[in-house]
């Protein structure tokens, strides 16, 4: 793995810009290129008897009942969302990787590493689900009501309008029990299978090809986990967002009452359609990660592995 001195070419402004927006290039391409997985995905946790017939089903039904086009619903805030988040996501976690090779010492830092990936992934996600969350509602209201407005801005503008600004973060508390949780297990695990890989075959004797593959394989096995982890939360927070809340409801309220009503199993409903997204998005993430940092001259990133 890249050693500390690796890491110093670059320093401050300079390279967590670039970390920022490789983040924000993986994140928004995958996520954006994957909506019509994510439109089902909805559908399924939001009307589980209608669409009862898996990923493959619920896109025929999708297409034969709204037409092709619906399965495009909600890329524009998908796409906007995940740029801003995929940002402060990758470029937080290096960031306080980073800090925390500062506080503890690089030795100490790499010893403890595990602690070092769970703590940053954590602080790094929840501030880029602040910028997430209002993008996030929008998606979920024009996925779950197709008829509420033509796209993002009519879409944002009419949530502020008619519901004001506490709409767009009445799923702030799931989505940060989603996407922590999610954020947690993505890093760690991929983190782990990267370094076991490079345990065997040292990243400095791999060529970029095979760098960008080792990549693909572990984001993929990080993706599978993080979907597996954050699945209930992400139910939840689909379910949240569909309607607006009852007069004096408030939004803890309304999560204990959704989670009595799905039980456990209802809470994995989609868990298919998600395991294949994640788990394709993840891979592809840390694929172009890795190469647009490579292109912006951020080669090592923030590694802490001996």
Do not use: W
């Not at 767009?168 to 922590?180: C, D, E, H, S, T």
């Amino acid at each position: 793995m890249a050693t500390k001195t690796e890491t110093q070419q670059l320093s401050g402004v300079q390279l967590y810009s670039r970390f920022a927006l490789a983040g924000a290039v993986c994140c928004s391409i995958t996520h954006g290129v994957l909506t019509p997985v994510d439109v089902v995905k909805t559908r399924i946790q939001l009307d589980p008897v209608t669409y009862n017939n898996g990923m493959i089903g619920g896109f025929r039904k999708v297409v034969q009942n709204e037409g092709a086009g619906a399965l495009l619903t909600g890329v524009g805030p998908t796409f906007a969302g995940y740029f801003l988040q995929g940002a402060l996501k990758f470029g937080g976690y290096e960031f306080f990787k980073q800090q925390s090779i500062n506080f503890l010492g690089y030795d100490t830092a790499s010893k403890y590493r595990t602690g070092v990936y769970l703590a940053s992934s954590a602080l790094a996600e929840f501030f880029a689900d602040i910028a997430l969350c209002p993008l996030e509602a929008t998606r979920i209201r024009l996925v779950s009501e197709p008829t509420f407005a033509s796209g993002l801005v009519s879409g944002f503008g009419k949530m502020l309008k008619t519901e004001g600004v506490g709409a767009f973060y009445a799923g702030f508390g799931p989505i940060l029990f989603k996407q922590v949780p999610y954020t947690m297990a993505k890093f760690v695990v991929y983190e782990k299978v990267a370094e076991s890989v490079y345990r065997v075959y040292p990243k400095k004797d791999m060529s970029d090809g095979l760098q960008t593959t080792v990549n693909l394989g572990s984001g993929l096995v990080a993706g599978l986990a993080a979907a597996v982890v954050s699945q209930p939360a992400d139910t939840m927070l689909s379910k949240i967002n569909k309607t607006k809340a009852a007069p004096g409801e408030g939004t803890t309220a309304r999560l204990i009452k959704i989670a009595k009503e799905l039980g456990f199993r209802g809470s994995y409903s989609g868990i298919g359609a998600r395991l294949f997204m994640v788990g394709t998005l993840t891979a592809f993430q840390f694929a172009i990660y890795g190469d647009v940092k490579r292109m912006l001259g951020a080669t090592a990133g923030v590694e802490i592995s001996k």
